[in-house]
């Protein structure tokens, strides 16, 4: 009986252990979201190669071909890869973590040469922020992206 009573207690407490540690990744706040974006893109930057540049024009030459890329599935799904140029040369790099919800909850970074993009996508609607700047909220059932008034506030 004293058995059953501590195995019990053991997988009560297991369960309530992951229970913790997944319930900040069920629906994600913006102060996880901001805290994850800082993590993600100090990662990005620090593993990432040296990107070149990518202008219009030479936006024919980029590949679909992937280098550095892998996916981790934990408590979140994470993925990262840096995308090449037909020439070989690493252009974009980004970083797309998948929160568990029963909406599609997901933050994604991407680097440019020139330039940082991040989304944070809530269900149908996904806030853009382009080099740290606010620039609207994408509605997916809509196609409307609804631009910031105001640079300073989000959106």
């Known amino acids: 009986m004293g058995i059953l009573a501590l195995s019990a207690i053991m997988v009560a407490g297991a369960g309530f252990y992951l229970f913790s540690k997944s319930f900040p990744n069920f629906k994600p706040g913006d102060k996880k979201i901001q805290a994850d974006l800082k993590a993600i893109r100090k990662e990005v930057l620090d593993a990432m190669p040296d990107l070149s540049p990518l202008r219009m024009e030479d936006m024919e030459s980029l590949s679909s071909k992937e280098i550095d890329k892998s996916v981790k599935k934990r408590v979140t799904t994470d993925q990262r890869g840096v995308f090449v140029t037909i020439f070989e040369e690493p252009a974009a790099a980004y970083y797309h973590r998948r929160y568990l919800s029963n909406n599609r909850d997901a933050l994604l970074f991407?680097?440019?040469?020139?330039?940082?993009?991040?989304?944070?996508?809530?269900?149908?609607?996904?806030?853009?922020?382009?080099?740290?700047?606010?620039?609207?909220?994408?509605?997916?059932?809509?196609?409307?992206?609804?631009?910031?008034t105001q640079p300073k506030n989000d959106c």
């Open 110 to 148: 991407a680097k440019t040469y020139h330039h940082e993009y991040n989304f944070w996508i809530k269900g149908d609607e996904a806030n853009l922020v382009i080099d740290q700047l606010p620039v609207g909220v994408y509605n997916e059932k809509t196609g409307v992206l609804i631009g910031c």
